[in-house]
């Protein structure tokens, strides 16, 4: 689902430009809209709701946000946001869940639809519109981040929850497991994130180059 996704996203707004794109983009906006509140509303309604653990200061949270958000508007810092972040700590978290529930649960259905929403939206806007990330991007994006993170760490302490995984790794695999133990693993992820964000930024930038290279190209 997630690789057919992403390679019609890409592939259909450069084979076929136009109005419905944007359309497209507002109804994944939706979507993922429905996925990420739904699953607080499942919270409230199965009355699992809980401050420790279902406040919205997962990472997962934020690049919802700023994905509803890019695909609505298409403003330039949202968007860099959804797509920095969809194909570095979405990614990671879509091929390594932090999933208890499994298929037919609800949360099986919310999960995947705001995390391969939010990848999906990123390719959808970024390598298929190509509106591509402005200078400077990684910088704002890695700032985001930390700031996100010190409002998690914030809510960790008063709530005595894991938002972010800052007090302990999830419980089943994932990237954070070889990243050393607590709370070494949060300094080396601190450093990987950047080294993340700059590997999408330079894959980007090599596509938006071959892009002007064939435009220009291209006869009159």
């Known amino acids: 689902m997630l690789a057919l996704s992403t390679v019609l996203a890409v592939w259909a707004p450069r084979r076929h430009p136009g109005r419905w794109t944007v359309i497209a983009a507002r109804a994944l906006a939706l979507l993922i809209f429905a996925g990420w509140a739904g699953e607080y509303v499942a919270d409230v309604v199965l009355g699992t709701w809980s401050t420790q653990y279902d406040l919205p200061l997962q990472l997962t949270d934020a690049i919802s946000v700023a994905s509803i958000v890019a695909l609505w508007t298409r403003r330039a810092l949202a968007i860099e946001l959804m797509y920095f972040w969809s194909l570095t700590a979405t990614l990671q978290a879509t091929l390594t ?62 709530t005595g929850g894991n938002y972010m995984f800052l007090r302990e790794k999830p419980e089943y695999s994932s990237l954070l497991n070889v990243l050393g133990p607590w709370p070494w693993y949060i300094a080396s992820t601190t450093v990987l994130a950047l080294v993340l964000l700059v590997l999408v930024k330079l894959l980007t930038d090599f596509v938006q180059r071959r892009d002007h290279t064939l435009a220009t190209r291209a006869p009159t």
Do not use: E, K
């Open 97 to 158: 869940p932090d999933l208890y529930q499994t298929f037919p649960s609800v949360y099986y259905f919310t999960y995947y639809i705001y995390h391969v929403g939010a990848i999906t939206g990123g390719c959808l806007l970024v390598l298929g519109c190509r509106l591509y990330p402005r200078p400077g991007a990684v910088r704002r994006v890695y700032a985001a981040t930390f700031a996100f993170t010190l409002i998690a760490g914030l809510g960790d302490v008063i």
